[in-house]
């Protein structure tokens, strides 16, 4: 253990989350096993090495996938809220184990430990909110048309749900759609990132202890780890019947084409673009604040950072100057140090898209604003620390069409009345989230109407980032069209059954058919 990961208690944290040195990387419940090769996570925190996990090889998945089969059989005629009762039994023990877990986001993802616990409390929202929902999975009843003919629908488990999640946020994602499918009826198998399988091994143990207490089968809760290869068998397998991705739009791209040869549903939470559009008569203090968070929170990396900012020109230097004031103020470094706003990226690899993007917005002719950078020297020996960065660019730039996931910020600016600048925030390929800062309502519903911004998440008056998990959250065009959490997401988790009872003593045919025999 390095002397900042002990300094904030590591050790111990690692000790109750029951993180090992080498970890067997699958598991089904409580049983842990693994024959493949190890992964090595590093913190970028510090650049030290934290654990080593096993991957999972196609003989360990399908070990998985048949205890998974097997659990389904039983946990599909549990009544829905008993399974509500075992999401309770989680979420209790979320919260007893909120701290080291957030920690140890924080120490492997990299994110503030504020924000790791923030995540933890996500997770605990959502099993707050599945624990209610599991008795409200309602159906329709509709009127035949057919004398003494009864016509409902009810909703079904549907199976086996493959859970393929992204560093980014290493275990909310992951619990957003255990809490729904579980109170649904389903079972899980979760891929999480190979950047992060130690808060993939953290979360299975928690989940281990609920399902032990209750002698529930083992396979409601399942865990293999490795790249895309084993996401892979996922995608292709027909005994899973949903698989929910999140990740880069190129990844969506090969789960949603893999799923969909054979016909099988994906969920797809993808790449975001997303705008904050500034307008005359917006409140400058809430401004700064919605997009510096936006742009800088978990150093970018969420799929809802801020990345644009379209500005009226008529405030644009006042926006502008307040906001480099306000990222001179920015401190970046270890993560687990609350005095800090910024921590690092995840790898060495993510500061290299770094550098690219800012070497491509100067190429196109941006100019850049607040300078960016690697830091070195202590503190900074991960290579992971960047520095936030501003740039002013023009919307159809390559670069400023493009996601990167680091604290690169695009002031853009527009002349004309709101209706141009939704134009600009729509001109992306993205969907995900968008926001407008305007006390005019007039400008804030024209944001909202039909005509408005083309997002699945559009805010008036706060930031791109941070949505409540009460909503359906996911967005359009590239970014998947896929909806999890809240609202009715948890219809994608179910399949729907329409039925239609007779109760008189003749067979009357629908559409007024005559068929005699
Ligand atoms: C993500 O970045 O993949 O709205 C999820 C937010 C968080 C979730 C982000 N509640 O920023």
């Given at each position: 253990m390095?002397?900042?990961?002990?300094?904030?208690?590591?050790?111990?944290?690692?000790e109750?989350?029951?993180?090992?040195?080498?970890?067997?990387?699958?598991?089904?419940?409580?049983q842990?096993?693994s024959?493949?090769?190890?992964?090595?996570?590093?913190?970028?925190?510090?650049?030290?090495?934290?654990a080593?996990?096993?991957?999972?090889?196609?003989?360990?998945y399908?070990?998985?996938?048949?205890?998974?089969t097997?659990?389904?059989?039983?946990?599909?005629?549990?009544?829905?809220p008993?399974?509500?009762?075992?999401?309770r039994?989680?979420?209790?023990?979320?919260r007893?184990?909120?701290?080291?877990?957030?920690?140890?986001?924080?120490?492997?993802m990299?994110?503030?430990?504020?924000?790791?616990l923030?995540?933890?409390?996500?997770?605990?929202?959502?099993?707050?909110f599945?624990?209610?929902?599991?008795?409200?999975?309602?159906?329709?009843?509709?009127?035949?048309?057919?004398?003494?003919?009864?016509?409902?629908?009810?909703?079904?488990?549907?199976g086996?749900?493959?859970?393929?999640?992204?560093?980014?946020?290493?275990?909310?994602?992951?619990?957003?759609?255990?809490?729904?499918?579980w109170?649904c009826?389903?079972?899980?198998?979760?891929?999480?990132?190979?950047?992060?399988?130690?808060?993939?091994?953290?979360c299975?143990?928690?989940i281990?202890?609920?399902?032990?207490?209750?002698?529930?089968?083992?396979?409601i809760?399942?865990?293999?780890?490795?790249?895309?290869?084993?996401?892979q068998?996922?995608?292709?397998?027909?005994?899973?019947?949903l698989?929910?991705?999140?990740?880069?739009?190129?990844?969506?791209k090969i789960?949603?084409?893999?799923?969909?040869?054979?016909?099988?549903?994906?969920?797809?939470?993808?790449?975001?673009?997303?705008?904050?559009?500034?307008?005359?008569?917006?409140?400058?203090?809430?401004?700064?604040?919605?997009?510096?968070?936006g742009?800088?929170?978990?150093?970018?990396?969420?799929?809802?950072?801020?990345?644009?900012?379209?500005?009226h020109?008529?405030?644009?230097?006042?926006?502008?100057?307040?906001?480099?004031?306000?990222?001179?103020?920015?401190?970046?470094g270890?993560?687990?140090?609350?005095?800090?706003?910024v921590?690092p990226?995840?790898?060495?690899?993510?500061v290299?898209?770094?550098?690219?993007?800012?070497?491509?917005?100067?190429?196109?002719?941006?100019?850049?604003?607040?300078?960016?950078?690697?830091?070195?020297?202590?503190?900074y020996?991960?290579?992971?620390?960047?520095k936030?960065?501003i740039a002013?660019?023009?919307n159809?730039?390559?670069?400023?069409?493009?996601?990167?996931?680091?604290?690169?910020?695009?002031?853009l600016?527009?002349?004309?009345d709101?209706?141009?600048a939704?134009e600009?925030?729509?001109?992306?390929?993205?969907?995900?989230?968008?926001?407008?800062?305007?006390?005019?309502?007039?400008?804030a519903?024209?944001?909202?109407?039909?005509?408005?911004?083309?997002?699945?998440?559009a805010?008036?008056?706060?930031?791109?980032?941070?949505?409540?998990i009460?909503?359906a959250?996911?967005?359009?065009?590239?970014?998947?069209?896929?909806?999890?959490?809240?609202?009715?997401?948890?219809?994608?988790?179910?399949?729907?059954?329409?039925?239609?009872?007779?109760y008189?003593?003749s067979?009357?045919?629908?559409q007024?058919?005559?068929?005699d025999?």
């Amino acid at each position: 253990m390095s002397t900042i990961a002990q300094q904030f208690g590591m050790t111990e944290a690692l000790e109750i989350l029951g993180i090992k040195a080498v970890n067997e990387g699958t598991s089904t419940g409580g049983q842990w096993f693994s024959g493949g090769e190890l992964i090595e996570s590093y913190s970028p925190v510090d650049g030290q090495l934290i654990a080593k996990v096993k991957a999972s090889t196609e003989a360990d998945y399908e070990k998985v996938m048949q205890s998974a089969t097997e659990a389904f059989k039983t946990f599909r005629l549990m009544p829905a809220p008993k399974r509500g009762e075992i999401v309770r039994q989680f979420g209790e023990k979320l919260r007893q184990y909120k701290e080291p877990l957030g920690k140890l986001v924080s120490y492997e993802m990299g994110k503030s430990y504020q924000e790791g616990l923030g995540e933890v409390q996500e997770m605990i929202d959502i099993c707050d909110f599945a624990v209610g929902l599991s008795r409200q999975l309602h159906g329709l009843t509709m009127h035949s048309e057919r004398p003494s003919h009864r016509m409902y629908e009810q909703y079904h488990p549907l199976g086996v749900v493959g859970i393929i999640s992204a560093f980014n946020f290493p275990v909310a994602v992951w619990s957003w759609n255990t809490a729904l499918a579980w109170i649904c009826g389903d079972v899980c198998v979760w891929k999480p990132s190979e950047k992060t399988p130690l808060c993939g091994i953290a979360c299975q143990n928690i989940i281990a202890e609920v399902l032990r207490e209750n002698n529930l089968p083992e396979g409601i809760s399942c865990l293999i780890n490795g790249d895309y290869k084993i996401g892979q068998l996922l995608n292709r397998d027909t005994r899973v019947p949903l698989v929910s991705a999140t990740g880069s739009t190129r990844m969506g791209k090969i789960v949603a084409q893999e799923v969909a040869a054979r016909l099988g549903r994906s969920l797809l939470e993808l790449g975001g673009n997303n705008a904050i559009i500034v307008t005359p008569d917006a409140d400058i203090k809430m401004t700064v604040i919605g997009a510096v968070f936006g742009a800088v929170g978990t150093a970018g990396q969420r799929c809802t950072s801020t990345r644009r900012l379209i500005i009226h020109e008529s405030i644009y230097d006042k926006v502008k100057d307040a906001i480099v004031a306000a990222y001179g103020q920015l401190r970046i470094g270890n993560p687990l140090d609350q005095n800090n706003h910024v921590g690092p990226l995840i790898d060495t690899h993510a500061v290299e898209l770094y550098n690219k993007a800012l070497a491509q917005v100067v190429a196109e002719g941006g100019k850049i604003l607040v300078e960016g950078g690697v830091l070195t020297g202590a503190g900074y020996e991960s290579g992971c620390y960047v520095k936030p960065a501003i740039a002013e660019a023009k919307n159809d730039f390559a670069i400023v069409q493009h996601e990167t996931f680091a604290p690169v910020l695009y002031l853009l600016k527009y002349s004309g009345d709101v209706t141009e600048a939704i134009e600009i925030q729509n001109g992306v390929a993205q969907g995900l989230s968008s926001a407008i800062m305007t006390n005019n309502l007039r400008e804030a519903e024209a944001f909202l109407s039909a005509a408005g911004s083309d997002c699945g998440i559009a805010n008036v008056n706060i930031g791109t980032s941070g949505a409540e998990i009460g909503g359906a959250f996911g967005g359009e065009k590239e970014t998947g069209g896929g909806r999890e959490s809240g609202s009715d997401a948890w219809k994608v988790y179910m399949r729907r059954q329409t039925n239609t009872i007779n109760y008189s003593t003749s067979l009357p045919l629908a559409q007024g058919i005559k068929f005699d025999l």
